[in-house]
């Protein structure tokens, strides 16, 4: 019987938390639904018409992104329906071990696209 009074606030606050979260997640699509293009988006896009690539070193240095591939698909080639130059870079450490990365482009093609999306935004 004891343990019984103890287990029943617990589970109030069980249920007054979960609420809570209930109406959060509720805010969040209503907000989550708006159309708008991020700062973020719109400062990738600017620095694509500049002609400079984004790859992994200007995508942290400028974005804060760790990965650019992921961003430059879910930002720009899905929502705008383009696709960027991918370009191979290899490269090899002081330590002797080789990698590579992918410098992303802008086509040429795809210039004036850009500049009526910022403009329109």
């Known amino acids: 019987m004891s343990l019984n009074l103890f287990v029943q606030p617990f589970r109030r ?3 007054a938390i979960g609420n809570r979260s209930k109406n959060r997640r509720r805010k969040n699509i209503v907000h989550f639904k708006k159309k708008y293009m991020n700062n973020s988006t719109k400062a990738m896009l600017s620095h694509l018409l500049t002609g400079k690539p984004i790859n992994i070193k200007t995508s942290y ?3 804060g992104f760790s990965n650019p591939a ?3 698909a879910r930002k720009i080639e ?3 329906n383009m696709e960027l130059i991918r370009t191979l870079r290899k490269f090899k450490s ?3 071990i080789t990698g ?3 410098d992303y482009n802008l ?3 795809d210039f004036k696209k850009v500049k009526k999306i910022i403009d329109a935004n």
């Open 100 to 102: 590579y990365y992918f």
């Open 78 to 80: 899905k929502p705008f």
């Open 107 to 109: 086509a040429k093609s």
């Open 13 to 15: 606050k069980l249920n």
């Open 94 to 96: 002081k330590y002797g």
């Open 61 to 63: 240095l400028q974005f």
């Open 70 to 72: 992921r961003e430059v």
